[in-house]
């Protein structure tokens, strides 16, 4: 599987922005899938998972009531909604795909991360 995400780009606090994660290959459709950020200096964040077929979804607490992840899976795509976004969110965003058996906020139980793009939200 290989993934691209986009989308990303500098909003002002408050604002929305929607993340876009591309797939392509073999399984691109029935695996479950998740969000990750990383800010510079500081260590790879779970953002939120979603099962591949879209009927369950979870949060960090950071995100909860402001992010959303769906999927369309018959366009083997995944999206990140991004909403009241706060200069704390800054981050590259990363989109990968959830291979393990344990927990899925875990960024050692995915594989596949595509090539993160940039979200920059200014005060």
């Known amino acids: 599987v290989q993934l691209q995400a986009f989308g990303g780009g500098l909003v002002q606090a408050g604002g929305s922005l929607r993340l876009s994660c591309a797939a392509s290959?073999?399984?691109?459709?029935?695996?479950?899938m998740g969000w990750f950020r990383q800010a510079p200096g500081k260590e790879r964040e779970f953002v939120g998972f979603?099962?591949?077929?879209?009927?369950?979804?979870y949060y960090a607490d950071s995100v909860k009531g402001r992010f959303t992840i769906s999927r369309d899976n018959a366009k083997n795509t995944m999206y990140l909604q991004m909403a009241i976004l706060k200069p704390e969110d800054t981050s590259v965003y990363y989109c990968?795909?959830?291979?393990?058996?344990?927990?899925?906020?875990?960024?050692?139980?995915?594989?596949?991360w595509g090539q993160g793009t940039l979200v920059t939200v200014s005060s």
């Open positions: 990968a795909v959830y291979t393990g058996w344990g927990n899925w906020y875990d960024p050692n139980e995915y594989s596949y």
């Open positions: 290959g073999r399984t691109s459709s029935n695996v479950a």
């Open positions: 979603i099962s591949w077929t879209g009927d369950n979804t």
